[in-house]
């Protein structure tokens, strides 16, 4: 099995984003929140923080480079599927 290389997140910048800025949920276009790295070795440590702390992520994001980096509004829709571990979502964002 090969090692995966695409980049992720750091715990210090989850941290902060979830418990300074008081976020809801992060997002991004690669597959996993942890870095490639990681999940080659089985280590999904950063999506497990996001998930025990009852907040969610969103992943494979597309077209985010049309998104500024502030003043839009990013509204997520999605079912809630019975004992569904993950499930796709609609996300679109309101531009400014």
Same mark, same amino acid.
């Given at each position: &099995? *090969? ?6 997140? $750091? &715990? ?14 992060? *997002? ?8 490639? !790295?990681?999940?080659?070795?089985? #280590?999904? $440590? ?7 702390? #009852? ?18 509004? @990013? ?7 019975? #004992? *569904? $571990? *993950?499930?796709?979502?609609? @996300?679109?964002? !309101?531009?400014?």
């Amino acid at each position: &099995m *090969g090692i995966a290389h695409y980049p992720g997140w $750091s &715990m210090e910048v989850l941290k902060y984003l979830y418990e300074e800025r008081k976020i809801t949920a992060s *997002g991004h276009e690669t597959t996993d929140t942890d870095p490639g !790295i990681a999940t080659s070795r089985g #280590d999904y $440590s950063l999506e497990a923080y996001i998930l025990s702390t #009852d907040h969610f992520q969103i992943e494979l994001l597309t077209n985010l480079d049309k998104v500024p980096e502030y003043g839009a509004l @990013v509204v997520v829709a999605f079912p809630k599927p019975k #004992d *569904g $571990s *993950g499930f796709p979502a609609r @996300v679109f964002a !309101i531009l400014p």
